[in-house]
């Protein structure tokens, strides 16, 4: 019978590294490998791709920990930990990121962010069940709160931004990342979390001392009315009481899957579409500006 797998003590020899190195190699998404009972198990033709892009690199390992890997690289390694529920793996492989060079957004934007959207793909197109698409979500989710205990930023902050999802919106995990995010940036960042009626969104604004812009997501269609009343509620109570021109004084972004343009933002009563977050970082750093 043809032998197709092989253990990583097998894998080990044919490398000539130690078990250990290519233990690392599986669980940092360098070399795709299965779960076998208790152990690993590689599948001799990814071994053999592995070996030659190892040979062709001419750099082995060492581009791997330092930077020579594209965005692409790292998205396909931790896709493969998520589905397989490896959460140790998962945070193996952000680690490794990190020890190359990348920053926060580059995790967050680079890394976590496409690898969700991949899933969710595979997920909505029916190739995966839905509690490997939960199980995953949840891994990010405390992956993201390990990482924001790394990334605090000390000092003042340079004002307020309220960022949401509105009624109907159920997955509030990309609107951590971005609160994360901003926070890294020196933002007092209130986030209201999914699913928030559009009333709430005012009542935040109302209540929150400096409040800069309020940013609301929305990622399906059938939110879009509730993101236009959530802008709605926004204009009502944070226009300046002395201002004549009776002109806002928050900045409101739309951001998520479901706007297509500027033009589509300004239809639902924003000031700016803001395609990602690193987008959305931008234009607060515009209305600082502006204001100074």
């Not at 043809?2 to 044919?14: F, P």
């Not at 800069?212 to 929305?218: D, F, K, N, P, T």
Request: proline share 2%.
């Amino acid at each position: 019978m043809l032998v197709k797998y092989l253990t990583l003590l097998e894998v080990s020899k044919l490398l000539d590294v130690h078990y250990m190195t290519v233990y690392r190699y599986v669980r940092e998404g360098m070399l795709p490998a299965v779960r076998v009972d208790r152990g690993w198990q590689v599948d001799k033709a990814v071994l053999k791709e592995f070996q030659l892009a190892k040979k062709s690199s001419g750099k082995g390992e060492s581009k791997a920990r330092h930077g020579g890997r594209d965005s692409a690289d790292w998205v396909d390694r931790i896709v493969g930990r998520l589905i397989d529920g490896d959460e140790v793996g998962s945070a193996n492989i952000l680690n490794s990121a990190l020890r190359s060079g990348h920053d926060l957004q580059f995790i967050y934007m680079d890394i976590l962010i496409p690898a969700l959207v991949i899933i969710g793909d595979r997920w909505e197109s029916g190739k995966m069940d839905v509690y490997v698409e939960h199980r995953s979500s949840e891994i990010v989710f405390r992956l993201i709160v390990q990482l924001s205990l790394k990334f605090k930023r000390r000092g003042l902050d340079r004002g307020t931004v309220v960022i949401g999802a509105p009624k109907g919106e159920l997955h509030s995990l990309t609107i951590a990342m971005i609160t994360h995010l901003l926070r890294y940036e020196g933002w007092n960042v209130s986030n209201l979390g999914a699913d928030l009626p559009a009333d709430e969104f005012g009542k935040a604004v109302k209540n929150l001392q400096n409040v800069v812009g309020v940013c609301v997501v929305a990622t399906m269609p059938s939110s879009l009315s509730e993101a236009a009343k959530s802008i709605s509620a926004v204009r009502k109570v944070s226009k300046s009481n002395g201002d004549k021109s009776d002109k806002p004084t928050v900045k409101c972004f739309v951001g998520g899957s479901a706007i297509r343009s500027d033009d589509h933002a300004q239809e639902l009563g924003a000031d700016k579409w803001v395609k990602d977050p690193r987008e959305l970082i931008a234009a607060l750093d515009s209305v600082l500006c502006r204001a100074s």
